[in-house]
């Protein structure tokens, strides 16, 4: 049993086929079977079905077993690589959405690098339901994500939810502390979808008025882009803190209100040797710093406008 074969058994997991593996590893569909053929035959009993005809595998009742064994072999194997490059440094792999990250773990981040000098950070942002492929791959450590999705080796643990309000500039053109969407123009709005529920909620009360002036699908772009003091956006109220930091804005409650944002923690059953130090100090301090965190959202007046920026000319 080597490396070669257990990948190629896990990439034909995801795949279920010979074709698109051979084609992801950059190989012919004879080393595929090859190295299929050569794994069962050390393990001796069949992984996989095979029929004539058929483009897509399907694993026997053992092969569906074994996945489990090989990505704890891979993900030992992946820390051996870890550990002969460097021995003293802890490094913890986090993968989160754009949001979560810019809007709420940055200083977060900031805070665990100063008080834990031991420890390496890689961060990544992908969408949520990329992340729990990327975890079960054993490619990060952690993740955070805001869908909440079954998984064979994944732990999911809901970590907080949070409000979403009407954002507007501080001259706004609805100017009450309660707004129905109704009174909103949807020519002038700033959409990010930030979860399914919320997608739906969307789609139920503003999709039939019109479409947004501007989609997109970072919060970066949200304040690079809003130029018009026009616009409007609904956001949680991680987003509207970050955003307010930057420009005045003017916020309120809706009276068909979107559901709350639930955002969960993800970690993998059977997760690293090398980096389960990292993450309990982590999980540890993420805790505390979600208690003393700023979550009141000033309803119904103009509010922000600071940067530390602003200080420095």
């Known amino acids: 049993m080597n490396l070669s074969e257990i990948e190629t058994f896990l990439t034909i997991v995801n795949t279920k086929s010979i074709t698109r593996t051979a084609d992801l590893l950059f190989l012919s569909q004879p080393t595929v079977s090859h190295r299929l053929n050569s794994l069962e035959q050390e393990l001796g009993f069949p992984l996989v079905i095979r029929k004539k005809g058929h483009k897509q595998v399907e694993l026997t009742a053992k092969g569906s077993d074994f996945i489990t ?6 993900s030992l194997w992946k820390e051996t690589q870890a550990f002969q490059l460097n021995q003293e440094q802890l490094l913890l792999t986090i993968g989160c959405t754009d949001s979560l990250n810019v809007a709420l773990l940055a200083p977060f981040y900031q805070q665990l690098l100063a008080t834990q ?23 990060i450590d952690m993740g955070f994500v805001y869908h909440h999705l079954h998984y064979k080796n994944i732990i999911s643990e809901r970590l907080y939810e949070e409000k979403l309000y009407l954002v507007q500039s501080d001259t706004p053109a609805v100017e009450k502390p309660l707004v129905h969407t109704d009174e909103l123009d949807p020519s002038m709005e700033l959409f990010l979808s930030w979860d399914d529920n919320f997608q739906i909620w969307h789609d139920r009360w503003l999709a039939s008025s019109g479409r947004p002036h501007l989609s997109i699908d970072t919060i970066t772009l949200m304040y690079r882009l809003w130029d018009d003091p026009g616009y409007w956006v609904i956001a949680p109220e991680s987003a509207i803190l970050e955003l307010s930091r930057f420009r005045r804005v003017y916020v309120s409650e809706l009276v068909n209100c979107p559901p709350n944002r639930a955002c969960y923690k993800i970690k993998h059953k059977f997760p690293k040797l090398s980096s389960e130090q990292a993450v ?8 505390e710093f979600l208690k003393n965190r700023q979550t009141d959202i000033p309803v119904g007046q103009v509010f922000g406008g600071y940067s530390p920026r602003q200080e420095i000319s």
């Open 69 to 74: 064994y090989a990505e704890r072999w891979m």
């Open 280 to 287: 309990s100090v982590f999980e540890q301090q993420l805790t």
């Open 117 to 139: 000098p031991g420890i390496d950070l890689n961060i990544q942002t992908h969408h949520s339901s990329e992340l729990y492929n990327i975890l079960n791959n054993h490619d």
